[in-house]
């Protein structure tokens, strides 16, 4: 019998959530997302230091002698997701997912800008922006960002995604795909209420159950991407899922589980779905959210965890300035 990984393969897409390259060698998923947490996890696996040190290399003779170390630490962090971004997809054949820096979540011209960016980097090194999906986060101005940016050809993956109010914001501006966090829904309602959920009772579940019915049910194009997972029980319940970016060990006990897989969410059965069309603009955007504890707390916490991951990477990034430039200093032969 097939092991519950190939037999998911067959109704969703599968996605390797790790910035591992050895891993995502291992599983061959079809796309790869990164955040920057992985990045930052990735960085400091001795495994990935060449790519780490080249990095900082160019960053110094972009930046030139005269500049700090956290100036050149600031230009190689730009760089450095591009650069692990630029390895997976030597391996997968379709599209790796590159982060927006977090801190930017609240402005939308700068989320534009740095978004430009990141694609001018990987059309530098000669790859389509057909192959990159820009990282998001669900707030609305990062929904209005990723609005223009959809427009300009530059593909969105909306994360930070707690909602269906984001869920319908984000399928509005015609964004490509969206990331509903599954496994961060269920662990505040276990803090919550004290409970323990499991198969269908998981409240992540049943976000992501109801996000995807309502997209197929009105017809939106855009995409769900179910992320975040802390068990396999839950990629079962979403089997049939658009998408599913699933971590390395994970990906790991579903090739190693034999049994039946049955198709949970499938398109003819989201149409006779129950809900009606809901139209968001920014004030009601605001008060869905408000009302919605969940979802302000975990797009907080999420905002702040990743910020606090890029800045334990700059400084990361600072430290090993300093080992190379003691070692050899910059410039010389």
Request: charged content about 25%; overall charge negative; hydrophobic content about 40%.
């Amino acid at each position: 019998m097939a092991s519950l990984l190939e037999q998911l393969r067959g109704m969703t897409t599968v996605v390797s959530d790790s910035g591992d390259i050895n891993s995502i060698e291992q599983f061959k998923p079809t796309d790869s997302t990164t955040n920057p947490s992985l990045i930052a996890a990735a960085a400091q696996m001795p495994a990935y230091q060449s790519i780490v040190d080249g990095v900082l290399r160019q960053a110094r003779a972009e930046a030139g002698p005269a500049a700090s170390d956290q100036t050149v630490a600031a230009l190689a962090f730009k760089e450095l997701a591009v650069a692990f971004g630029l390895k997976i997809l030597a391996i997968i054949p379709g599209r790796v997912s590159t982060e927006v820096d977090a801190r930017l979540s609240y402005d939308t011209e700068k989320s534009i800008a740095t978004a430009r960016e990141i694609i001018a980097q990987y059309e530098k090194a000669g790859i389509s922006r057909v192959r990159v999906l820009i990282k998001l986060a669900s707030t609305w101005e990062g929904i209005k960002a990723a609005e223009v940016l959809e427009k300009e050809g530059i593909h969105c993956n909306m994360t930070l995604l707690f909602g269906l109010h984001q869920a319908i914001a984000c399928a509005e501006a015609k964004v490509t795909l969206i990331s509903p966090f599954v496994g961060r829904i269920l662990d505040w309602y276990k803090k919550d209420t004290g409970k323990d959920y499991s198969g269908a009772e998981d409240p992540g579940v049943q976000s992501v159950t109801t996000i995807y019915n309502y997209y197929k049910k009105f017809g939106y194009k855009t995409v769900v991407m179910g992320a975040s997972f802390r068990n396999i029980g839950e990629i079962i319940e979403l089997a049939g899922c658009d998408l599913l970016t699933i971590a390395p060990k994970l990906l790991a006990e579903l090739e190693s589980t034999d049994g039946t897989l049955e198709r949970k969410l499938d398109p003819a059965k989201a149409a006779s779905s129950d809900g009606h069309k809901i139209t968001i603009s920014k004030q009601t955007f605001d008060t869905f959210h408000a009302e919605n504890r969940m979802a302000t707390d975990k797009l907080k916490e999420g905002i702040e965890s990743f910020s606090k991951a890029l800045e334990d990477l700059e400084q990361l990034l600072v430290k090993r300035l300093s080992e190379l430039s003691q070692k050899q200093p910059f410039g010389a032969q």
